[in-house]
């Protein structure tokens, strides 16, 4: 049986979610646009037409065409399928600068919490 609080939540969310689109419609589409370049680093591998590091010498610095639709590089590697697994690398990156700029912050706030909440026990 649904729960008929959990089932307003829901609809209380998604009307806050409709509310901020219709008021910042910019970031609205900024986080949709995140969100699908996302979705294809994590489903590279399944939606890359070809292999990024596939080398294929009769196809070099060829315009973009049906086979290959951003055309190929200097060694015929497709250029479609290597931004799509490019993005992976890029996500991996900003995940990892995030992290590492805040996880040591986190650390020092932490620290002096506990040392304040230990010092005003001490009175």
């Known amino acids: 049986m649904p729960d008929p609080g959990r089932a307003s939540e ?9 509310a901020f689109a219709r008021r910042n419609t910019l ?11 996302m979705a294809m680093a994590v489903t590279a591998p399944w939606i890359a037409p070809q292999d990024p590091l596939k080398t294929n010498f ?11 639709l951003f055309g ?6 497709d250029t479609l399928s290597r931004v799509i697994h490019g993005a992976r690398t890029s996500l991996f990156v900003a995940f990892a600068c995030s ?9 020092v706030a932490t620290t002096a919490a506990v040392k304040t909440t230990s010092r005003s026990g001490e009175r």
């Not at 829901?10 to 409709?18: I, V």
């Not at 009769?58 to 290959?68: G, L, Y």
């Not at 992290?99 to 650390?107: E, G, K, V």
Request: a positive charge; proline letters at 7%.
């Open 10 to 18: 829901e609809r209380s969310l998604l009307n806050e979610l409709a």
């Open 72 to 77: 190929t590089d200097q060694v015929g590697r």
């Open 99 to 107: 992290c590492h700029s805040t996880c040591p912050w986190w650390f």
């Open 27 to 37: 970031s609205a589409v900024g986080g949709v646009v995140g969100l699908l370049i």
């Open 58 to 68: 009769r196809r070099m610095n060829k315009p973009p065409d049906t086979q290959s």
